[in-house]
């Protein structure tokens, strides 16, 4: 059974920093061949993408809110995913959630898939900023 387990979440003031953390199990998920996105969701909002980062690492995604506060690393050898977010923000109150979605090709341009092909989700944990 593939299963994606979120930690690190919490509340954290406004300017303050949070890494969240996505592991992986499963005997039959080969971490390594996905992609990996990070999405929230805030009360009343629809799930929005966060950031995504390639199958080897090698690429990143990031939503304009993300960028330049948040980084996306993984670690395919320890099979996790973490997000660094850094200058949080109220806005950023949601419910964090890692997913695993389609790599595409293993050679030449990554593939960056859209919400809908994300197939293997975790249960989410909740980020707080309070202003």
């Known amino acids: 059974q593939v299963q994606l387990v979120e930690s690190g979440g919490g509340l954290v003031q406004a300017g303050g920093s949070l890494r969240l953390s996505c592991a992986a199990s499963?005997?039959?998920?080969?971490?390594?061949?996905?992609?990996m996105g990070w999405f929230r969701q805030a009360p009343g909002k629809e799930r929005e993408f966060v950031a995504a980062?390639?199958?080897?690492?090698?690429?990143?995604r990031y939503s304009d809110s993300a960028k330049g506060r948040f980084t996306v690393s993984r670690d395919n050898a320890k099979k996790t995913v973490s997000l660094q977010m850094s200058s949080l923000k109220p806005e950023d109150t949601a419910v964090y959630y890692c997913?695993?979605?389609?790599?595409?090709?293993?050679?030449?341009?990554?593939?960056?898939?859209?919400?809908?092909?994300?197939?293997?989700w975790g249960q989410g944990t909740q980020v707080t900023v309070s202003s």
């Open positions: 499963g005997r039959t998920f080969t971490f390594s061949m996905y992609v």
């Open positions: 980062i390639s199958w080897n690492g090698g690429g990143t």
């Open positions: 997913a695993a979605g389609p790599a595409g090709s293993y050679s030449g341009a990554y593939n960056w898939p859209p919400i809908a092909d994300y197939h293997t």
